[in-house]
């Protein structure tokens, strides 16, 4: 996390650019590295946490896939929405 935060606005004009920071941020120095599915999960439920919009899981059920996407979109439920000040 940066040092210097601002909140996020929990509402609907949530931006991508704003989704793109936070998801940036929390893996500027992911140890250990985190595959392509996790960070979209990751990604999905800042989104939907952030504006309302709920995806569906663009992999199938059962696959190392689908279990990074979920395990990156539970880390997601719980990551602060501060958007890093510029």
């Keep these: 996390m940066s040092a210097q935060t601002t909140p996020a ?3 609907p004009d949530a931006t991508t ?3 793109n920071l936070i ?3 929390a893996f500027a120095n992911a140890t250990p590295p985190r595959s392509a599915a996790y ?3 990751f990604r999905c439920a800042i989104r939907r946490r952030l ?3 709920r ?3 663009p992999y199938r059920l059962g696959s190392a896939e689908a279990d990074a996407y979920f395990a990156g979109r539970d ?3 719980e990551h602060p ?3 890093p000040a510029l």
Excluded: M
């Design 9 to 11: 606005r929990a509402t």
């Design 17 to 19: 650019a704003q989704i």
């Design 23 to 25: 998801v940036a941020d």
């Design 39 to 41: 960070i979209e999960g």
């Design 51 to 53: 504006v309302g919009t």
């Design 55 to 57: 995806l569906p899981v």
């Design 75 to 77: 880390d997601g439920d």
């Design 81 to 83: 929405l501060e958007v």
